[in-house]
């Protein structure tokens, strides 16, 4: 089975306009999305897909092969199956343009998964969390999972609700999907769901539509540069590195 991944970029982001493109010890911050997702083993190709001439520009600069797509493609997701309409791969993984320390471990164990399970049709990852106060803001998607690791829901909202601090934890989600190729392609024509629209989450269509989400947890963390803040924290991260 052939895996690509493809990195939606969009510049006209309603809560931080260019971040993509927003600089990073001298770097756009999609290169290094574009960098970790190059590192991945497992993957045959890495696409970005965006409708920004600004950042096919710039990710043609440092080398990335770009697909144009429509003006149409409201999310991400509408972005990527665009672009898979014409690939002959398998496994689609939807790398968030935005998250430049994702490590390429935890995309080749997505598509690991999906190569084991031939029943499970989409992917993702979650970090289990101890200090849950840090998660509270609406930007952090939470997820909750039953104990076959299929998520039950995805929220803005803290959950699970602590009644009491013992044994406590809960688990961020990683904004990356791994999908069988033909149901992204099915998942990108179904309405909005309800709870999608309230919540603002595109992965909640998928479980309202009665699909499974298979969610495996992820020793590493990872940040979506969603507010001018995320970004100082991405580059103190990395200046801590060395990176």
């Given amino acids: 089975m052939l895996a690509t991944g493809i990195i939606p970029a969009r510049f006209d982001s309603k809560r931080f306009r260019g971040k993509v493109l927003e600089k990073i010890q001298g770097k756009p911050l999609i290169w290094y999305v ?9 993957l045959d190709k890495v696409i970005i897909a965006t409708d920004s001439k600004k950042i096919k520009k710039a990710a043609e600069g440092f080398g990335a092969e770009v697909v144009m797509t429509s003006s149409r493609a409201v999310t991400g997701t509408d972005r990527i199956a665009e672009v898979s309409q014409s690939l002959n791969s398998d496994l689609i993984i939807n790398i968030q343009g935005d998250e430049p320390l994702i490590n390429p471990k935890l995309i080749d164990r997505l598509v690991q998964v999906l190569y084991n399970d031939v029943s499970l049709r989409v992917a993702t990852a979650a970090y289990r969390a101890k200090n849950c106060c840090e998660l509270e803001h609406h930007n ?4 909750v999972k039953n104990e076959d690791d299929f998520a039950l829901y995805f929220s803005r909202s803290l959950i699970p609700y602590p009644r009491s601090d013992e044994d406590f934890f809960c688990f961020k989600h990683l904004g990356i999907y791994a999908y069988r190729r033909l149901f992204l392609l099915t998942f990108a024509t179904l309405a909005p769901s309800q709870l999608e629209k309230i919540e603002g989450l595109e992965q909640l269509r998928v479980l309202e539509y009665g699909y499974r989400i298979k969610v495996i947890e992820s020793e590493y963390d990872s940040i979506g540069v969603d507010t001018p803040e995320d970004l100082e924290k991405v580059k103190r991260i990395m200046e801590a590195k060395g990176a």
């Fill in 140 to 143: 952090v998607v939470k997820v």
């Fill in 34 to 42: 574009y960098n970790q997702a190059m590192q991945a083993k497992m």
